[in-house]
DNA sequence: GCCAGTGTTTAGATCGATCCAATGTGATGG
DNA sequence: CCATCACATTGGATCGATCTAAACACTGGC
């Protein structure tokens, strides 16, 4: 007796313990209903989750079967198939994919890390991603890092705990290739997009060199000789590469680059406006620029119309990207087309084959880019052209 | 003897059955590896996903005793912790959340489902949605739809297949509500974005209609009185709704709308660009538009200037969204402004709190939007605002 | 009637975690 | 010495699926 009434008290005195976030009120309340549910042996119509099991039940055959027919073997009978299916329908049951891949050790999903979609180029990527996913049956798992390394490492061990088939990885600047190894565990495929990270990863990249320097030699084509590289951040990977393409292309066509016409700002328009008069300090000033990317060189060309300047008659500018606003801003932009969408989906198709065979080795890739030809790139006025 | 020969052969015999698309091979393979490896008692360095079970052997207590640590329960003793903390840090062990939502009942992901990401709109939505998520340790599941109802089905199904604990869904033209709850099962919620789905669901919308009435007041207060409305898709509900914001405006200003200058077109630049012509068929030709969102006003200002008008001071135009390149176009965007992002964190929010409590009453909210002033709202020319 | 072979179905173990009830251990108090 | 209690730990069942090996039902051949 008295053990009984022990019995029947314990389970009251659960402290209710913290740990679980939240989810954990709900969740006791539920298997409570549940069980009571079961052994009244209700029917199923209240809100409960339907498993094979239920299936399995409802027209009379064995878990496995239900389990074959969802999975199309041919192994089943048709009646049978029909037979289940009609049921699957009837009641609505809704397969459970993460207990599966759990038996099956097998996984459904894919994580995809950025720095922030409102950038449209990661948008434009992670558009491509999810499109390639999608159509072999996977989900994207998001995840953004706001450029912090921090945050970076938060978000990887989420999706980490995840147990996707891989990452594809957009690192924040700063980010250390070890801390990053620990945090997904030695065995998940990484897949580094457009940053530099160190480790044994493949490693997809646009051809920030050839591009930019492609970008200075149609300046130097149409005649500027006085070009500074405008945007970006100094330390960046793919800034740096962009300043050598530009450097390479002066050094080819026998230009003196002058460090002060390397001007940084933060890869955004309101920077790249606001820092448009270290380009004019002194004279004489440069009649063109490269810049780091479309965002920067929108904002340079905000900022020179400000100062009483026209960006496309006065002033020649190539950005970087040709993202969507860059065939529409005034004058239409002359920019390097990096088709980021495609890149997405080469990225997932790549994860997946990793994922398939982790023993294919890393491959760096460089994505070739294009010259796109506008209206903001134009000669040199004359004036300034020939005079010092 | 020959039963052994049969053991030995049967699983060859094994029909490797195609239903399971492609990823079984590589699973047989690996539990095939990984019976080999623990009958050996091979030290764990090899490719081998490490369990809880593994930290426990390691440092020598019990499963349960793990779990408790891992969700920082406070039963546990302090150096058993630092021990078992220890163990987990050393062999590199990466905790696996599906098979601990399977068995607890929980979720810890949300599923999106947009258009595009490529429609900055939506990429701000899906950024607010993200990190409203990740701060609570969700992570977000990504379905793009672009606007077809039949991929709409499949990334549903897909989705609802990981057992999120709702989706947050901005549906594709031409949904059909009944056919989204049969495919997402009965208890999951949704939260349905920025268009109307038929369903007892949350609901989060912009006030469209009191944005375009705005936006028409707007023009109306300039001088304004030969208003178009430019622009969408005719039997979207967003456009719907716009629309009637645009004629209530007229009425209330005893302006008469002129049907003819109710101009369809897609929702996109290059098509609001190509339709300009139909603003000025026959005169008295409009002076001003309310257009339906801001991607259709920048085609529309692009087509004005290829025509030879000047937005922003021979045409007035507002747009809608205040998408970030409205304020860089020429002449910057007069626009509404709905702050996406403000709106991703709000929907996470609510779909996470149904999930706890299923039985709140559903939200039909509208979100209060904002008149933001630039340069593509003039005046109306002395010439053309007085005559005729 | 027995055996082999094919086609179909199934019971029971299993994936990696959590939950529950129970157990072991001291400390305390009568 | 025993009962009580708090603290710490644990074995075994369990979540919803898959996997394996075995069972079952036929058919046909000898």
Same mark, same amino acid.
């Given at each position: 007796?008295?053990?009984?009434?022990?019995?029947?008290?314990?389970?009251?005195?659960?402290?209710?313990?913290?740990?679980?976030?939240?989810?954990?009120?709900?969740?006791? /309340?539920?298997?409570?209903?549940?069980?009571?549910?079961?052994?009244?042996?209700?029917?199923?119509?209240?809100?409960?989750?339907?498993?094979?099991?239920?299936?399995?039940?409802?027209?009379?055959?064995?878990?496995?079967?239900v389990?074959?027919?969802?999975?199309?073997?041919?192994?089943? !009978?048709?009646?049978?198939?029909?037979?289940?299916?009609?049921? #699957?329908?009837?009641?609505?049951?809704?397969?459970?994919?993460?207990?599966?891949?759990?038996?099956?050790?097998?996984?459904?999903?894919?994580?995809?890390?950025?720095?922030?979609l409102s950038?449209?180029?990661?948008?434009?990527?992670?558009?491509?991603?999810?499109?390639? &996913?999608?159509?072999?049956g996977?989900?994207?798992?998001?995840?953004?890092?706001?450029?912090?390394?921090?945050?970076?490492?938060?978000?990887?061990?989420?999706?980490?705990?995840?147990?996707?088939?891989?990452?594809?990885?957009?690192?924040?600047?700063?980010?250390?290739?070890?801390?990053?190894?620990?945090?997904?565990?030695? !065995? &998940?495929?990484? /897949?580094?997009?457009?940053?530099?990270?160190?480790?044994?990863?493949?490693?997809?990249?646009?051809?920030?060199?050839?591009?930019?320097?492609?970008?200075?030699? !149609?300046?130097?084509?149409?005649?500027h000789?006085?070009?500074?590289?405008?945007?970006? !951040?100094r330390?960046?990977?793919?800034?740096? %590469?962009?300043r %050598?393409?530009?450097?390479?292309?002066?050094?080819?066509?026998?230009?003196?680059? %002058?460090?002060?016409?390397?001007?940084?700002?933060?890869?955004?328009? /309101?920077?790249?406006?606001?820092?448009?008069?270290?380009?004019f300090v002194?004279?004489?000033?440069?009649t063109?620029?490269?810049?780091?990317?479309?965002?920067?060189?929108?904002?340079?060309?905000?900022? /020179?119309?400000?100062?009483?300047r026209?960006?496309?008659?006065?002033?020649?500018?190539?950005g970087f990207?040709?993202?969507?606003?860059?065939?529409?801003?005034?004058?239409? &932009?002359t920019? #390097?087309?990096?088709?980021?969408?495609?890149?997405?989906?080469?990225?997932?198709?790549?994860?997946?084959?990793?994922?398939?065979?982790?023993?294919?080795?890393?491959?760096?890739?460089s994505?070739p880019?294009?010259?796109?030809i506008?209206?903001?790139?134009?000669?040199?006025?004359?004036?300034?052209?020939?005079?010092p």
């Amino acid at each position: 007796m008295l053990r009984q009434l022990r019995k029947s008290i314990t389970p009251k005195r659960d402290k209710r313990l913290k740990p679980f976030p939240a989810k954990c009120e709900k969740k006791a /309340l539920f298997i409570h209903k549940r069980q009571r549910e079961d052994s009244t042996c209700m029917s199923k119509t209240p809100r409960q989750k339907l498993t094979l099991n239920d299936v399995a039940r409802g027209c009379g055959v064995s878990r496995a079967t239900v389990s074959l027919v969802l999975r199309g073997s041919p192994l089943v !009978h048709a009646d049978t198939r029909a037979k289940v299916e009609a049921e #699957i329908r009837r009641i609505g049951y809704i397969y459970n994919r993460a207990a599966a891949n759990l038996r099956s050790q097998t996984c459904s999903s894919v994580g995809l890390v950025v720095n922030d979609l409102s950038n449209p180029f990661f948008a434009e990527f992670a558009a491509g991603v999810d499109e390639a &996913l999608a159509e072999v049956g996977y989900v994207t798992l998001l995840g953004s890092t706001g450029e912090s390394v921090q945050r970076q490492q938060a978000v990887l061990a989420s999706l980490a705990e995840h147990a996707p088939a891989g990452i594809i990885l957009s690192p924040a600047e700063g980010s250390d290739g070890a801390a990053v190894a620990r945090v997904v565990g030695a !065995h &998940l495929p990484i /897949l580094v997009f457009n940053r530099e990270l160190e480790g044994d990863w493949d490693y997809f990249v646009m051809d920030n060199l050839n591009g930019a320097r492609l970008a200075t030699e !149609h300046l130097i084509a149409l005649g500027h000789r006085r070009i500074a590289f405008y945007g970006g !951040h100094r330390d960046s990977s793919s800034c740096r %590469e962009r300043r %050598e393409g530009y450097r390479q292309a002066l050094t080819r066509a026998d230009i003196k680059a %002058e460090p002060r016409w390397c001007i940084e700002t933060a890869p955004t328009r /309101l920077e790249a406006a606001r820092q448009v008069g270290a380009l004019f300090v002194r004279d004489p000033a440069p009649t063109a620029a490269v810049c780091y990317n479309d965002a920067v060189a929108l904002g340079l060309q905000l900022g /020179l119309v400000a100062r009483g300047r026209h960006p496309g008659s006065d002033f020649a500018l190539v950005g970087f990207d040709d993202i969507p606003e860059a065939a529409l801003s005034t004058p239409p &932009l002359t920019t #390097i087309a990096t088709a980021p969408r495609a890149r997405g989906r080469q990225a997932a198709e790549r994860i997946l084959q990793r994922a398939r065979d982790p023993s294919i080795t890393v491959e760096k890739r460089s994505f070739p880019v294009q010259l796109i030809i506008r209206e903001s790139s134009c000669p040199p006025p004359e004036a300034n052209g020939k005079a010092p």
